[in-house]
């Protein structure tokens, strides 16, 4: 992600409070409102990642004024529009418009509990992937900006680590989220030394950061 939404190591934000015992929902409006994201989901119209990138789309200011369900509110406004589910007129009027196609659930509620205990997977188990890069490599982050949706951290881009191992292969998620195709690839965990990142005053120069990387974030050194 990029702008104010990949605030991976972005000063001057405060602290972060922890709330002892802090339940999953703090309103019931939240509640609901995951249920309504979980079944859409069960539709299979958008990947994880087109929901992150939807997630993204929304005004900075906004962003850091509005609370966690409030941004997957929005994003899911957008979504059920931008899938053909409704119009923005029908969702802001709440009436349909008596021309669109009408659907059965897609998750029933008997079904809920097991699609919930099963969750997703990014992971794909393709052993031809290519494996570019092997452990003990020196690689640099690639220095890019894209506009669309990106795991890759700002604050590591240009900055050049070593290839602790392999994770696996998994879905790309900058072609996933634009509908372009999973594209799988190999996923690396990359060492970065805190002077790298941080520069040489930091106070904690013996830490390390640790970063899960796909094949195409990265080049050798």
Same mark, same amino acid.
Do not use: A, C, F
């Given at each position: 992600m990029n702008s104010i939404? #990949?605030?991976g190591g972005c000063h001057g934000m405060g602290e972060i409070s922890r709330e002892q015992n802090e339940p999953f929902f703090h309103e019931t409006w939240e509640s609901r409102l995951f249920a309504c994201q979980f079944a859409m989901n069960a539709w299979g119209s958008w990947s994880l990642d087109r929901v992150r990138w939807f997630r993204e789309q929304m005004p900075g200011p906004l962003y850091l004024n509005s609370k966690y369900y409030e941004i997957w509110l929005d994003a899911l406004i957008r979504l059920v529009i931008d899938a053909g589910f409704a119009s923005a007129n029908e969702l802001k009027t709440g009436n349909c418009e008596g021309h669109g196609k009408r659907y059965s659930p897609a998750l029933r509620p008997d079904k809920?509990? !097991?699609q919930m205990l099963k969750g997703i997977t990014s992971r794909r $188990? =393709? @052993?031809e992937i290519e494996q570019r890069f092997s452990p003990g490599d020196q690689v640099r982050a690639l220095n890019i900006n894209p506009k669309s949706h990106t795991r %890759?951290? !700002?604050y590591v881009r240009g900055k050049c680590g070593v290839v602790e191992a392999r994770r696996g292969v998994f879905v790309f998620p #900058?072609?996933? @989220?634009? $509908? %372009?195709g999973e594209k799988p690839q190999t996923v690396y965990s990359v060492c970065f030394k805190l002077e790298?990142?941080?520069g040489p005053n930091h106070e904690h120069q =013996? #830490? %390390?950061?640790?970063?899960d990387m796909w094949e195409n974030y990265l080049e050798k050194v």
């Open positions: 939404h #990949d605030m809920v509990k !097991r $188990g =393709n @052993s %890759l951290p !700002r #900058d072609t996933n @989220s634009q $509908g %372009l790298e990142v941080w =013996n #830490d %390390l950061i640790y970063v």
